[in-house]
């Protein structure tokens, strides 16, 4: 790593299940979106994740409601747009918001694992499920990525996770240079320790890009080791509400302007979509 090098911040605008009980500030309506990714883009991100809810926050996996979203983000800035795929269709797995929007990247679970979270205060789950992701439907998802011109992120919440994608590079599917996503904080998964991400990091394949996703507090401590590390972040209100100093976030670009300010910290400048583009071989 050099201290020149450019670090992609990737912002998380919202997940599927928490609330505006506990965060404020979560997106709902399209125009909550539009204007989380604005504040985001302003504070220096890059790239913006996207599940999305119905105006009364429930999620959904309606075409038409990314369509909306992805419009009014692209009508107020230039970030990348990354589309999730995690618990889309749960009986099919289809991702047509996908297939049909074509964003420049969509992430991908590379793994089935148990994933929960645990309140030891209370000694007991916050939740606790099996989250399936078996190859068939990796492999489907792959193939309508490849033929839509989507990159597939791969999220990989283990190393198992990591060495899932041999065969399928083995196979043609998934096409070097990589850009991985690597998970740390889920009970289940790999630990939010710097040396469980150094590990991780260490095994993935020459030439790929990768980011650390840190879950709850933990986020600030597995940034510092990923910027040290040479690796990208991704922060947002999915992820954490807090930051550093155990404030909660007024907005995700709240969260971005901390990610960035560790960034120059340490010697490195935030990319910008463009150079984003050009670092993960978006077209």
């Known amino acids: 790593m050099s201290t020149n090098d450019k670090v ?3 912002c998380a605008l919202t997940g599927a299940v928490t609330t505006r009980a506990q965060c404020e500030a979560i997106p709902y309506t399209v125009e909550d979106y539009a204007r989380e990714s604005k504040r985001a883009y302003d504070a220096g991100a890059a790239v913006v994740h996207i599940h999305a809810r119905d105006d009364d926050g429930s999620p959904t996996y309606s075409p038409d409601r ?3 979203i992805g419009d009014a ?3 107020v800035c230039p970030l990348i747009l ?8 749960p009986e099919q797995k289809k991702a047509e918001h996908v297939r049909l929007y074509k964003p420049e990247i969509g992430a991908l679970n590379m793994g089935s694992m148990n994933y929960a979270k645990y309140n030891p205060k209370r000694k007991n789950w916050v939740f606790n499920f099996v989250f399936q992701n078996t190859f068939d439907d990796i492999q489907y998802l792959i193939e309508m990525m490849n033929t839509a011109g989507v990159k597939p992120e791969l999220e990989c919440f283990d190393t198992g996770h990591v060495h899932s994608t041999e065969p399928l590079l083995d196979m043609g599917l998934l096409r070097a240079p990589l850009d991985f996503s690597l998970i740390c904080g889920v009970v289940g998964g790999l630990k939010a320790t710097a040396r469980h991400l150094a590990f991780q990091a260490e095994n993935l394949p020459p030439g790929s890009t990768w980011k650390v996703i840190g879950i709850s507090r ?3 401590m597995l940034c510092a080791a990923a910027l040290s590390l040479g690796g990208h972040v991704r922060v947002g209100l999915e992820d954490n ?4 100093n155990g404030e909660m ?3 995700n670009g709240d969260l971005c302007a901390k990610a960035v300010q560790m ?17 993960l071989g978006l077209k």
């Open 8 to 10: 992609i911040i990737t």
């Open 66 to 68: 990314f369509r909306a």
């Open 73 to 75: 983000i692209r009508a």
């Open 249 to 251: 976030a007024r907005s």
């Open 263 to 279: 960034a120059r910290d340490v010697g490195r400048t935030p990319a910008t979509p463009d150079e984003a583009r050009a670092m």
């Open 82 to 89: 990354n589309f999730s795929t995690g618990t889309i269709d």
């Open 218 to 220: 933990e986020q600030w």
């Open 241 to 244: 509400f807090y930051l550093p």
